[in-house]
């Protein structure tokens, strides 16, 4: 199996059932797990020297910190409904409990932080949402944590691509800190496919073929993008949702395209 997949297993004693460290994926930002939560189970963490963004994927939660609490937010069963979540921004040095009043998929992303921000509710609501690409390359993005909004670190979003089409795509690559043409980050995407017994492709390369990897990846996979560009396919009658997680040393996301596939912009110009 690539060493870029990471496959989840039974719940542990928090309910956990993924993993993905600094440590693990031999980078230094981008940390992520996702745990399955029973109703009435609570899950509890202390954030130390991270920022954390916890993503309500599915279910509803109350969600308590030090100072804040934030009662039975939540509203999604289903990634696949495609209303925008629920989530909640963590500042550093701060400890969190989400118990779960319904059966619960949370995603906690961390990155470095410097404690410049206070926590905060994230809601439906205060997510953007837009339509992007064109044709086979469309798909929907929620925007969780744009770098239009405070953090020291994350960038998290959503993407929901129909069944048959390509997204991430023309590919793009964000692996140099070369600013501003280029920033450096790494990248988590956590799958879910609908119906959950189905796969998406996804291709992970850089411009010397180093590193050249296509994948299959299948429902509640994670694959590590450490650089390159990495365009994801759906394939017929099965739709793709994945969780984007993003951090380097500067907090903006700025994208090189594969000049091999450049072309691909001008003709959706040319349709639009």
Known sequence: MSKL?????????EGKIL???????????????????????????????DEACFVLLTGKADVKTSDQEYKNIGERMSVFEKIPPYSVYVTTKETV?????????????TAPGKGNHPTRLISSKDVGVEDRGHGKMSRQIHNILPEQV???????????????????????KHDQNNLPSESYLEETYYHEINPKQGFVF????????????????????????????????????????????????????????????????ENVIKNS
């Open 5 to 13: 997949i990471v496959k989840p297993n039974g719940r542990d004693n």
């Open 97 to 109: 409990a989400v118990t779960a009043l319904t059966d619960l998929n949370l995603a906690v992303c």
């Open 202 to 265: 996804q291709r992970v390369y850089n411009d010397n073929r180093s590193l050249n990897e296509t994948l299959s990846v299948e429902n509640q996979n994670v694959v590590l993008v450490p650089e390159g560009y990495h365009p994801v396919s759906s394939v017929p009658g099965y739709e793709s949702y994945y969780l984007n997680v993003m951090a380097g040393p500067v907090r903006t996301w700025k994208f090189h395209n594969d000049p091999d596939h450049e072309w691909l912009f």
């Open 19 to 49: 993993s993905v460290t600094p440590e693990s994926a031999a980078w230094e930002y981008v940390g992520f797990e996702v745990f399955l939560l029973k109703k009435g189970e609570t899950l509890a963490r202390k954030t130390q020297e």
């Open 150 to 172: 405070p953090a020291d670190s994350l960038l998290v979003v959503e993407v929901f691509t129909p069944d048959g089409n390509t997204s991430s795509y023309p590919p793009h």
